[in-house]
């Protein structure tokens, strides 16, 4: 079976670009996550969705960022403008329920590494 | 809200040495509780998951855990470490029917020959 599968493996830009990460979950699942990884601050919860629909979009620091997820099975995360500060691997993650209920175990893609210069 | 703390920000064993990674969380319903691995350059991949039952969870790779309530705690244990184990590793926990998991800051383990 495919995993998550996320695109591309590795984007370098400049600062001032628009920068678009894309996700495909797993089939099946109703739950998707973005995080943001850095050695500063650690895994960091973007925004997750349940059923297409965004639930919690707290982590999301700044409105440059914004999120969508128009069917099960895509999902991109877009940062517009870019700064150096965004640079950091960007990982989506999706879970399945279980009797209805999130079971909170993910499968994650292999991230996204982006840099901007 | 529930929140994880990893003891260690890098912990070194030799191979064929205990691997000891510790974890404590803290949690004011039951807890779900996991640990995941992640390898270089690769995503997150759960290692291990305690929800409820047996105390002693047995996961991949030869790593197993014990939830212990009345120390908060939830260490990941092998008995024997391998050159291979040399990773980062996440505690994490969340709770029944919410969707968010909390992480810890992670534990990076190293493997010496």
């Known amino acids: 079976d495919a995993g998550v599968i996320q695109s591309p493996r590795h984007e370098v830009t400049e600062m001032g670009q628009e920068v678009t990460l894309r996700c495909k979950p797993i089939s099946g699942h109703n739950s998707l996550f973005w995080y943001r990884q850095t050695m500063m601050r650690g895994l960091e919860l973007l925004i997750y969705f349940n059923n297409n629909v965004p639930i919690d979009d707290s982590g999301m620091p700044e409105d440059r960022f914004s999120a969508k997820m128009p069917n099960a099975s895509f999902s991109t995360l877009k940062i517009q403008p870019s700064e150096p500060r965004d640079s950091a691997v960007y990982f989506c993650?999706?879970?399945?329920?279980?009797?209805?209920?999130?079971?909170?175990?993910?499968?994650f893609g292999e991230g996204s590494r982006l840099t901007v210069l | 809200a529930q929140s994880v703390t990893q003891l260690g920000s890098h912990v070194s064993v030799s191979e064929g040495a205990l691997v000891l990674l510790r974890c404590n969380y803290s949690?004011?319903?039951?807890?779900?509780l996991f640990w995941y691995v992640q390898y270089p350059n690769q995503g997150l991949q759960l290692l291990l998951k305690?929800?409820?039952?047996?105390?002693l969870v047995k996961g991949i790779n030869g790593f197993e855990a014990e939830f212990k309530k009345s120390e908060t705690s939830f260490h990941l244990t092998k008995p024997s470490a391998h050159m291979s184990d040399a990773a980062e590793y996440f505690c994490?926990?969340?709770?029944?029917?919410?969707?968010?998991?909390?992480f810890g800051k992670g534990t990076m383990l190293l493997v010496s020959p």
């Open positions: 993650a999706s879970s399945p329920t279980s009797g209805g209920l999130n079971t909170g175990e993910l499968f």
């Open positions: 949690s004011s319903v039951p807890p779900y």
């Open positions: 305690y929800t409820t039952g047996a105390t």
């Open positions: 994490a926990v969340s709770v029944l029917g919410y969707s968010t998991l909390t």
